[in-house]
């Protein structure tokens, strides 16, 4: 049941998309959907004491509320819905046709118009993702470019660890645009974001750093890089990253394996020279130390030249 109620959220949460919210109580407000969403609309504050009032949208009436009777017109009534209780009205699965001219015409008991307030709505496409491509330049600066899919009217904004980048951490650029290059010595973690009226998206970027260090296939690394590139370095001089971790793992193992091999053939070759020993022990009596485990090792590297 639960699941089932997970997954209902679920879809619900996918084809509502991107919600937004605006205030449109003020004569010539001005609204922003996200194409796919689903925006509220606050109207008016309070309903109760209005005895009617309809929503026009470009001339076209949308919503009739006559008595808390309410009305919504075929256009739109399939994917909308409005809460008297707060004056709100909320498309669903906005599409760019949603966007124009909402009027808002109240009028008192007697039908005379007592109130008109005009609003505009704008749809559009949010921001979905961002790509930030950089490059360390041979001096240590960094030429950033952000980009962004899917979203209408992208604005760029850029902030180092937090706080907004400043131009005097720019050699190119300023925190507006979507293409800069960062000064030397700028370092820290480098976001940009990418936004419009309905939404907003971020990526991070470690700034360069110089490195002069051994990468994993044996080549120098001398120069600038992306901090992230530190992992491809083996330092046995900075603690170990899990790469260099993997490299030690290994050649502990392959010592392991060497040493094994090792006393595997010194066995064989102690198996052997015993066996030798005791054919010849059982031939002609050779004055002999007697054997002991301790001095078998010494016995048989002798036991070659006795026999010579
Ligand atoms: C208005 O009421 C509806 C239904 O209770 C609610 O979903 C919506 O968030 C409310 N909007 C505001 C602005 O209070
Ligand atoms: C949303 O609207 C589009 C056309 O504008 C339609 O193809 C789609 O089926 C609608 N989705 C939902 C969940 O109503
Ligand atoms: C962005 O840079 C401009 C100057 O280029 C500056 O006036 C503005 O305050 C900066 N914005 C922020 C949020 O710091
Ligand atoms: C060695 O590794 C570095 C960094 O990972 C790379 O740039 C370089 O091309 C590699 N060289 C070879 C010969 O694979």
Known sequence: MEAVLGLMVILLGVSHGVETHCDGRQDGAQCYGALGGTVDIQLMGSTSEIPRYQLLKNSLKILDVRNNYIVIYNTIAHRSSFFPSNGTFRINNLSRNDSGDYTLETSDSDGASSGVQTLQLFIQAPVSSVLLVSECLSQGEMRVSCSSEGGDSPQYSWALDGRTLTDAELLSGNNKSNNIILKQQVSGHL???????????????????????????????????????????????????????????????????????????????????TWKKKTILEGPAVPEKVESPDNS????????????
């Open 297 to 308: 090792v010494f016995m048989i590297e002798m036991s070659p030249c006795s026999n010579t």
């Open 191 to 273: 976001v940009c974001s990418v936004r419009n009226h309905v939404n907003s998206v971020s990526k991070e970027q470690k700034t360069c750093s110089f490195i002069n260090c051994t990468s994993i296939n044996g080549t120098q690394i001398l120069g600038w890089v992306h901090a992230d590139s530190n992992s491809l370095c083996i330092e046995p001089t900075t603690e170990p990253t899990p790469v260099t971790l993997t490299a030690v793992g290994t050649s502990w193992f392959i010592i392991g394996l060497k040493a094994a091999v090792v006393i595997l053939s010194l066995s064989g070759i102690w198996i052997w020279f």
